[in-house]
């Protein structure tokens, strides 16, 4: 990879509104973080490692498993199970209103039906409104205003009943 096309990629990278770009290939890796005002790219030239050594399991004694925690563990999964998850279905920045100065879409308590505006999420200088799947009321907002998203990163708990 070469100095012009690096360049194209740190473009394009900023431009896309990213915050964070990993790129490997056989004999580089290149990071590209984009943080408020300020550019910073990482380029590593690889050299081509050996086979790895192999490391000699040491056997440790079997230590006593403690019930109760396990138990501590799934009772908030159990709390949870009840409710309906709605997932981002792209990344990008997640909006609890429309703009500055209109009114939030959905606050905790709310109870929501079918085809209602949940957020909005832009990606790449498009804003797309998620819409609710299901009817229900809001439960829990999992995600902060004007926060990034990952796909299939959890937004809200709705409760369906």
């Known amino acids: 990879m070469d100095l012009k096309e690096i360049q194209n990629l740190i473009k394009f990278v900023a431009k896309s509104g990213a915050s964070e770009v990993k790129l490997e290939m056989d004999d580089v890796k ?44 799934a009772a908030p999964a159990d709390d949870n199970s009840k409710y309906i998850i709605v997932k981002s279905p792209i990344i990008g920045t997640f909006y609890r209103k429309p703009s500055p100065d209109k009114p939030l879409f959905v606050e905790v308590g709310q ?3 079918e085809g209602d505006v949940l957020c909005i999420i832009e990606a790449m200088k498009l804003f797309n409104e998620i819409e609710s799947e299901v009817s229900g009321k809001i439960v829990k907002i999992l995600v902060d205003d004007a926060s990034p998203v990952e796909f299939d990163q959890p937004l809200f708990l709705v409760d369906p009943s």
Do not use: L, N, R, Y
């Open 30 to 73: 290149i990071t590209i973080k984009t943080g408020s005002d300020s550019e910073t790219t990482i380029v590593q030239q690889v050299p081509v490692a050996a086979a790895p050594q192999p490391i000699a399991a040491i056997p440790q004694p079997a230590a006593p498993v403690a019930p109760a925690a396990p138990a501590a563990e």
């Open 111 to 113: 109870s929501i039906a």
